[in-house]
Nanobody, 120 residues
Framework: QVHLMESGGGSVQPGGSLRLSCAAS????????MGWYRQAPGKQRELVAL???????NYLESVKGRFAISGDFAKKSAALHMNDLKPEDSAVYYC??????????????WGQGTQVTVSS
């Protein structure tokens, strides 16, 4: 069974920085994509950043230049460095992974979510 363990998050003042980490565990062939989505109260879950096995990245327009995603798929992990945080970045952040499972193929998994609060 695949499990995504998240760490990081918390509360910070506007302009501050936080780092989220995500590590995958369990039996699988390899990781295709890792990243984060976020969901604020009353809003739909939205993609924040993704990184592929080939190191291609994709970012939500509003976080470009402020957030940076990195991945070490050999270590089954990824990190999201968030800088110049704004109150509108406040949300629950969910780690996401697309993982190759033997005899099944690519499957999607989610972390438990971690709260990020940006407030003065």
């Amino acid at each position: 069974q695949v499990h995504l363990m998240e760490s990081g998050g918390g509360s910070v003042q506007p302009g501050g920085s936080l780092r989220l980490s995500c590590a995958a565990s369990g039996a699988f062939l390899g990781i295709e994509i890792m990243g984060w989505y976020r969901q604020a109260p009353g809003k739909q879950r939205e993609l924040v950043a993704l990184i592929t096995r080939g190191s291609n990245t994709n970012y939500l327009e509003s976080v470009k230049g402020r957030f940076a995603i990195s991945g070490d798929f050999a270590k089954k992990s990824a990190a999201l460095h968030m800088n110049d945080l704004k109150p509108e970045d406040s949300a629950v952040y969910y780690c996401y992974a697309n993982i190759q499972i033997a005899d099944i193929g690519p499957s999607e998994y989610w972390g438990q979510g971690t709260q990020v609060t940006v407030s003065s």
